[in-house]
């Protein structure tokens, strides 16, 4: 596709259920990050893909979070048993490469409602 | 203390006018600056990229960095009422994963 895409743009779920969230980068960019925003605060970044590897996990915010990366591409974030304060937007964003800076481009986003 | 600091806002101005958003760091390893904007339900688009210190132009945009101050900023001219959106700011490193470090965001509002 022309750019990320994330899916589903909305997700309402109960307390104490998991939830799979979907990315799907750009075609070709190997590196691939996921960033909270919550309400009032800025994005915050929870997980770093290069390829199918996530050198860098420190912004998972407890062990209830988990991500994964097949074939290079999509991406996958998984919640167990979701908790209230897990509501937010969940962005996904890629970039060409890792290794070096490169701009990072944003999906819409899946926004999580935990009833 | 936060490690970047934006003004949440909103500004208002009116169509026309000069806008003025700006970002301040405590971190002097960041090399990259970047300005998203954020239309309401949509994800952040990115604006301008730059890296150290400078000015960089596109268009209506002047984004500038000043390394010494630890402090950057996104000039708009000639706002249309479709300038109005959020703007985010951001930075990152020059070495490890590249995370961008993102201020909370500053609303604008230009009025017709």
């Known amino acids: 596709g022309a750019g990320v895409s994330q899916s589903p743009s909305n997700k309402v779920t109960e307390k104490g259920k998991d939830v799979e969230l979907r990315c799907d980068p750009i075609?070709?960019?190997?590196?691939l990050y996921w960033y909270r925003q919550s309400l009032g605060q800025g994005l915050e970044f929870l997980i770093y893909?290069?390829?199918?590897?996530?050198?860098?996990k420190s912004g998972l915010p407890s062990d209830r979070f988990s991500a994964e990366r097949t074939g290079g591409s999509v991406s996958t974030l998984t919640i167990q048993r979701t908790q209230q304060e897990d509501s937010a937007v969940y962005l996904c964003?890629?970039?060409?490469?890792?290794?070096?800076?490169?701009?990072?481009?944003f999906g819409d986003g899946t926004r999580l409602s935990i009833l | 203390q936060k490690e970047v600091e934006q003004d949440p806002g909103p500004l208002s101005v009116p169509e026309g006018a000069i806008v003025s958003l700006n970002c301040t760091y405590s971190?002097?390893?960041?090399?990259?600056f970047m300005w998203y904007r954020q239309y309401s339900r949509k994800g952040p688009e990115l604006l301008m990229y730059?890296?150290?210190?400078g000015n960089k132009e596109d268009g209506r945009f002047t984004a500038q960095v000043d390394k010494s101050s630890k402090y950057i900023s996104l000039f708009i001219r000639d706002s249309q009422p479709s300038d109005s959106a959020t703007y985010l700011c951001?930075?990152?490193?020059?070495?490890?994963?590249?995370?961008?470090?993102f201020g909370t965001g500053t609303r604008l509002k230009v009025l017709a």
């Open positions: 730059t890296y150290s210190s």
């Open positions: 893909f290069q390829g199918n590897s996530a050198p860098d």
């Open positions: 075609s070709g960019h190997t590196a």
């Open positions: 964003a890629s970039s060409t490469r890792g290794g070096s800076n490169q701009p990072q481009h």
């Open positions: 971190n002097s390893a960041f090399q990259y």
């Open positions: 951001a930075m990152s490193e020059t070495s490890g994963t590249y995370k961008y470090i």
